[in-house]
């Protein structure tokens, strides 16, 4: 029986900062106080705090901001958090500005002014040449998104305002949650626009990605897909997304800490212009609450110890 939140005080905190936006933090941090279940929900990509700064150098904001976020996953983790009682921790600064599931030094150095590129630089990564490295350069359709080139003093205040807070902020909570119950789980969520079916094939809503199978415990990734099946709900398995570098950094198995990327097809909840909430977003959140229960008991299973105990 999983404990539930009543008896639970809540810890809040924020921390960071976005550069061009004075008083508001880069990242938000909600949980119950003790945590009532060994599970972490994260958003990396549901940041929507726009600088006007920024909006005034991507050459179309609107569009760009529309394709570059996880539109609208910050408020289906807040639901779920609040079903389960799971941690949460969001991202508030926007993934056009700084992606917090890349590396810090995934730079592609031709996007910023010459005097700017460190002397000795390697070659850039697959995903910073295809234009979504740690600045998002470009988008397929759209070509360029930048008005400018950048600096390095801009690239460098966000690492510091932004990214670094926000994944010390992520390794203290899931740390948190391993000392109280001896093995913990991020559940990193995402969203993803529709996957192109197969011939004679239905496309997945949902793709779980563990990095083939070195950030979790199998057992917790057969019970993802047990829950997907027995609610009829097709997933894939780590195609087109098996995880970045959120979980390249964070997941330990050896450790206690496991970890999970969730894509969740966002016409589940947005609407027909998959722009704002639709009539899926209830049962979406339903659903997601029912799979992080089902999660939850699996890493409790993991653990070697029962709720009750695991809950005193």
């Known amino acids: 029986m999983i404990a539930g939140t009543g008896e639970s005080d809540s810890q809040r905190h924020s921390g960071g900062s976005i550069p061009g936006a004075p008083g508001i933090a880069a990242y938000s941090f909600e949980a119950p106080d003790p ?12 940041g929507r705090a726009y600088p006007r700064s920024l909006l005034d150098d991507l050459r179309h904001p609107d569009s760009v901001a ?36 890349r590396a810090p030094d995934d730079v592609d150095w031709d996007m910023f002014a010459r005097s700017s590129r460190p002397e000795s630089i390697g070659l850039p990564s697959r995903r910073a040449r295809s234009g979504l490295g740690l600045i998002p350069r470009r988008l397929p359709g759209v ?30 909570a899931l740390a948190a949650l391993r000392d109280r119950w001896g093995v913990a789980l991020l559940v990193d969520l995402h969203s993803m626009p529709p996957l ?16 083939f199978g070195t950030t979790c415990h199998g057992s917790l990734v057969a019970g993802a897909f047990s829950w997907f099946a027995a609610n009829r709900q ?12 959120v979980l390249e950094r964070h997941a330990a198995p050896g450790e206690g800490i496991h970890a999970l990327q969730l894509e969740v097809d966002r016409r589940c ?10 009539e899926g977003m209830g049962q979406t959140v ?24 695991a809950a005193e």
């Open 269 to 278: 909840y947005l609407d027909s212009r998959l722009s704002e909430p639709g």
């Open 35 to 46: 945590s009532v279940i060994p599970v972490l929900i994260a958003a990396p990509h549901g």
């Open 234 to 245: 097709l997933a894939a398995h780590n195609r087109p997304y098996a995880g970045g570098y």
């Open 196 to 211: 192109q079916a197969r011939p004679g094939m239905e496309a997945p809503h949902f793709v779980v990605g563990d990095r």
């Open 66 to 101: 529309l394709r570059l976020e996880d539109r609208y996953v910050d408020r289906l983790a807040q639901a779920v958090a609040r079903q389960t009682g799971a941690g949460l921790l969001m991202a508030q600064a926007p993934r056009a500005m700084i992606d917090l599931n």
């Open 143 to 172: 070509g360029e998104l930048w008005r400018r080139r950048h600096e390095s003093a801009d690239l460098a205040a966000r690492i510091e305002g932004i990214h670094r807070p926000y994944h010390e902020a992520l390794a203290a």
């Open 286 to 309: 339903d659903l997601l609450a029912g799979l992080v229960r089902r999660l939850a008991a699996g890493v409790s299973e993991l653990a070697g110890k029962g709720w009750a105990q």
